[in-house]
């Protein structure tokens, strides 16, 4: 039978120490519930900066390709029109003016690019069920999961270098 | 662990714990409405119904029912338009430029500044939507594939730039906002009891569950949004100063708009935020989470964005003397003596006068002059917009079609109405979302707040 335990503390500078001599005997936290971020916790329990950056440029110059490519098949190609004697069959020469739309475009594209693949990647959507283990760690307590799973360790010694730590309450669940 | 300096003041004043926090935003939400809320939002109900209407009527019979006339095409309704977009741009700018040069007491503020962004550029659109007159064809504006031609539309136009940069702005700007309420919600979420209020959050939360990865990618979407966004807010209101700079007509071909206007934004934006806060924060009991400090801060950038203005107003009347060019002289001469110099008179006292109070630090710390000062401001801006608009066009070069424009009760009710519809929003805003973005602030709590500071102190 796996456990599950849900490690409460009620102060995140305690869940960061607490965090940190756990991991030093070599067990696994695999993840915390935080009302707020806990900055120094990503190191400490192995979660990696995020990519989401690289996606937010891609999509951004996407939307400078489309908006370039758009306004181009408008203006220059598919109906040329003379318009204040401005250069109607070049693209680099009207380019000045084709500056302020590719820009918001790329800023469009990015942005909203960006906050989809953050939400989906998150599986934060609307009417998606919320996971935290208690109520409380939107509000002011910090939540560490630790499974037997993930450790070599018996349930027992988890327990036991669990309860070394400063911790406020402690649940022990059972898992399939 | 992070320190401030103890010198420093505290941002979170007295003794505050993180279920505090917790409780003075979230208590109000949960609470009865008070008496004052609902006499509020009824007045402004009934103002927005009455703009509401004001706009069918203009929309049922057409243009012709607003003062303009063939020589003043652009007045009250475009003097609106650009006084909320100027508005809207506080918001931004408090939560993206702040958040990049890591100015921590915008988490006091950003979340209703950029409520109130979100409502005065929805307000905004409204004017240059009704003034097509014919609103049902507003999707004209986009280059959509058509039967006539196709005739695409100009993207060497302003105009044209103006739509991608206010959808863009306002769409992104409700993605920055949306995003920072997901975690608020959810801790509104797991402290409602009634099964309705919970499972409306539980919607609105999007199953938030604040695992470190998610804050983890919180932290990064909310720096590369703020990255973006702080162009977006410059980009945006330089392209409506280029509606009129592009133009050949004398007082609004100058080059000098962008930057004028961008600071005018800024400036009016911060106006609207003071007097908006001043009355949530007494409402709300926020007092000790916006308190004198904020309000100085923001005076300061009010100094400093007033006194671009006035530079600008300035060097615009110098530079139309040293150009030499006739019709750019007596445009300025026209906007300071002419038939319209009362409003350039009560623009110059509003924006250029009234914001150097604040050099004082009695009055810049004073909440009383601060709400005064604010109204005049937002006043003062109103009627610069109107002094550009209205006194640049009402003398056409040729003196035979030189006319005045005299607004009309549907141009009056319509700009009172949209009033009307910002309080609403923002009063239903101020009732049912987390008015103060509450686990930021936590973030900020032991390093700025007082019992923290005491305690640092006394070591």
Redesign the interface.
Known sequence: MNKVFHVMYDDD?TLKDAASALVAKGIRVK?????????G??PI?G?K??R??IA?FMY?TTGTTLALL??WY??IS??P?N??G?PSFSLIE?LP??I??T???S??C???G??IT??L????????????PD??????KFVMEITTEQNAMSADELEAAIKETPLFELSIKDYK | ?QKEAAIREPLILGDK???DI?DDVVGPIQGAAPIGWKIMITISTIIAIYGVGSILYLLGTGIGVWGLNKTVGWAWDITNFVWWVGIGHAGTLISAVLLLFRQKWRMAINRSAEAMTIFAVIMAAIFPGIHMGRIWVSYWVL?LPNQF??????????L??DV??I??YF??SL??WY?GL??DF??I???MTKPLAKKIY????????????????????SL??AG??T??VF?VHS?VS?DFATSVVPGWHTTIFPPYFVSGAVFSGFAMVQTLLLIMRKGMKLENYIHVKHVEYMNIVIIVTGSIVGVAYLTELFISWYSGVEYESYAFINRFSGPYSWSYWIMMTCNVISPQLFWFKKIRRSLVATFILSIVVNIGMWFERYVIIVTSIHRDYDPSSWGEFHPTSVDVGIFIGTLGIFFTLFLAFARFFPVLAL??L??ILKTSGENYKKQQANH
């Open positions: 500078d993840d915390v519930f935080s009302p707020f971020p806990v900055h916790i990503d329990i979660v900066r995020t989401l950056g937010a951004a758009g306004m408008f203006m598919d109906w029109m318009i204040g401005k009207n003016a084709f302020p739309v820009f918001e475009f800023v469009l990015g942005a909203h960006m906050a953050y939400l990647r998150n599986g934060t959507l609307p009417g998606m069920p919320a996971s935290n109520p409380r760690t939107t509000d002011d | 662990m714990s993180y279920k917790t280059p031609g196709s005739l695409w539309v100009n993207f060497n136009s302003p044209l730039w991608f940069a959808s863009t769409s992104v993605v920055f995003i997901i975690p959810a801790t979420r797991d402290r539980g919607v609105l939360s999007f199953g938030w569950s604040g695992r470190a990865k998610h804050w983890n990618r919180f932290e990064e979407v590369v949004l973006i966004a162009p977006l980009s392209i280029m686990n930021e936590k973030t």
